[in-house]
């Protein structure tokens, strides 16, 4: 069983629609989240960076943390076709928030004009 | 700010050769850098972390003496994938970590295609 699970899509949405995007994890012991946001042939970048349970919004782009459900959520409102990349969640452990990181495999979305 | 580069972007090579790819942080200093290794359609995997001036710590399953590290300055690691073949062909990526910050994120590079004919 992989350490992070994220369905791999593709994911296609219309323009204007929400994308709602979500990992599950096993190791209880992860507690920063991150999700970054990868265009083809490019390194990623960091979209959203949270500590622990709860919610974060910045902008369009609003992420909750479960830790009890060990389940992680990115919701873009009003998706635009620039938002057409493949997101990755990622992981770290609690004695180094931005040591190792531990990502999943990326859902590849496509928002249609 | 928090810039980092690779070089090359994409590199095509016969079986057997060795290639070295660098990554560099452009503003800023990074006492880490982690190299990852990513396939079509799956995620990125930490290969190595490399610390300014000390050798660099691999992750079960990395071949240390096939995948050099070298992390000489505080701006600059470099990968070599030595007697590479057709199953090293993948996107190599680099993050740089950032000393003295207060929010010390991983900065990624643009990643290098590496193809190993």
């Known amino acids: 069983q992989k350490e992070v699970e994220q369905d791999p899509g593709p994911l296609s949405v219309p323009e204007g629609a929400i994308v709602s995007l979500n990992c599950t994890y096993s190791?209880?012991?992860?507690?920063?989240f991150m999700w970054y946001r990868q265009y083809s042939r490019k390194g990623p970048e960091l979209l959203m960076y949270?500590?622990?349970?709860g919610n974060k919004e910045d902008g369009r782009f609003t992420a909750q943390v479960d830790k009890s459900s060990k389940y992680i959520s990115l919701f873009i409102r009003d998706s635009q076709p620039s938002d057409s990349a493949t997101y990755l969640c990622a992981m770290s452990l609690g004695t180094d928030s931005w040591g190792k990181l531990q990502f999943g495999a990326g859902t590849q979305v496509v928002v249609t004009p | 700010g928090a810039v980092v580069s690779q070089h090359p972007s994409r590199v095509i090579c016969k079986s057997g050769t060795s290639v070295k790819i660098e990554c560099r942080s452009l503003?800023?200093?990074?006492?880490?850098m982690f190299w990852y290794r990513q396939f079509p359609k799956q995620s990125l995997m930490l290969m190595a972390t490399s610390n300014e001036g000390s050798k660099a710590t691999y992750e079960q399953g990395v071949e240390k003496d096939k995948f050099l590290i070298n992390h000489a300055s505080l701006t600059l690691s470099t990968l070599t994938v030595t007697s590479a073949h057709p199953e090293d062909s993948s996107f190599y990526i680099c993050s740089a970590r950032a000393s003295g910050r207060s929010y010390n994120e991983q900065f990624f590079g643009p990643g290098t295609r590496l193809t190993v004919l």
């Open positions: 190791n209880s012991a992860f507690q920063y």
């Open positions: 949270t500590y622990s349970s």
């Open positions: 503003d800023f200093q990074a006492t880490t």
